[in-house]
């Protein structure tokens, strides 16, 4: 039997959270992760102990991160078995460590990963986040593109914002949604012309090129605005739908007071009009 040399993808990097202080940040910290396909959370001496109700609680369903979450008496314990850590941090440290930003960061952790190396992220209390010794037992350092004069996440914004980062990193195309639009067949010029007359009939019946040496103008600028969207053909059918039942109905003779056939007054204006026209010409 011939054993592969190929190296095999290590799990994600794991969540490292030092010294947490409350069970509710702990559990939001586990939804954010299984969010975006993560499950290992290490708790490095949480203030209030483990196992935590409000933690569950707080992870709205993410019970699988809940439940495998590791705790250690230290940080080098909770380090000790991986290959590259990144320490977050919102401020600037004394000392040598590269500095990356999120999505750099997101992507350096895939290779690694794909590579087979275990990685995993580091992220400080609640009050004032990472010691400069903590910060000194991971390889670099990733910091977010914040405003300097509110610096300070939560630490369940951070691990979020990390997560998507690692996330997006293994996509095909970072760009690409879970979901799109409807695939719409766009409209015809014809039918786009035909929603043009209708419309310019309705507002000519009811004078709304006003004065009549501005008309071409104003259908002008009409046209510019309804070519600008690029309509669908099912969404001129909507438009014509709406123009119809503002030119067939009013208040005074609303929808269901009898059918269009039954009063002149319910006629498409552009009937009415051509009505009174060939009225005039008797």
Same mark, same amino acid.
């Given at each position: ?7 095999? /993808? ?10 947490? &202080?409350?069970? +509710? ?21 949480? *203030?209030?102990?483990?196992?935590? +109700? ?9 019970? $699988?991160?809940?439940?495998a979450a590791g705790v250690y008496d230290d940080l080098a314990s ?21 500095? *990356? #930003? /999120?999505?750099?960061?997101? *992507?350096?952790?895939?290779? @690694? ?12 209390? +609640? @009050?004032? #986040?990472?010691?400069?010794? +903590? ?21 369940? &914004? ?31 010029? =014809?039918?786009? $012309?035909? %929603? ?6 309705? %507002? ?28 669908? =053909? ?23 007071? #009898? ?21 005039? &010409?008797?």
């Open positions: 039997m011939q054993v592969s040399n190929d190296i095999l /993808p290590a799990p994600g990097p794991a969540i490292i959270l030092v010294e947490p &202080q409350l069970g +509710e940040n702990i559990g939001m910290v586990a939804r954010a992760m299984a969010n975006f396909g993560l499950s290992e959370l290490r708790l490095v001496n949480p *203030r209030d102990g483990w196992p935590s +109700e409000k933690a569950r609680a707080a992870a709205s369903r993410a019970d $699988h991160v809940i439940d909770a380090v000790a078995d991986l290959n590259f850590v990144f320490a977050t941090t919102a401020r600037a440290r004394d000392n040598f460590k590269p500095v *990356r #930003g /999120p999505v750099e960061a997101g *992507r350096a952790l895939r290779a @690694r990963q794909r590579s087979g190396q275990r990685t995993g992220i580091l992220f400080g209390r +609640e @009050r004032f #986040g990472l010691y400069n010794d +903590e910060v000194g037992l991971a390889d670099e350092i990733v910091t977010f593109p914040v405003d300097p004069a509110f610096s300070s996440l939560n630490i369940a &914004q951070a691990a979020l914002l990390m997560s998507y980062e690692w996330m997006k990193s293994g996509l095909e195309d970072e760009t690409k949604t879970n979901f799109s639009s409807p695939d719409m067949m766009p409209a015809t010029k =014809e039918q786009l $012309h035909g %929603l043009f007359a209708y419309l310019e009939g309705a %507002l000519e019946a009811r004078g709304y090129f006003r004065p009549a040496a501005k008309k071409p103008k104003m259908v002008d600028n009409l046209r510019a605005v309804l070519t600008r969207a690029g309509f669908a =053909e099912p969404e001129l059918k909507v438009l014509r739908g709406i123009i119809s039942s503002l030119d067939r109905f009013s208040p005074a003779m609303p929808r269901g007071d #009898g059918s269009p056939g039954d009063d002149p007054r319910r006629l498409p204006a552009t009937a009415r009009a051509a009505k009174a026209t060939d009225k005039d &010409q008797a």
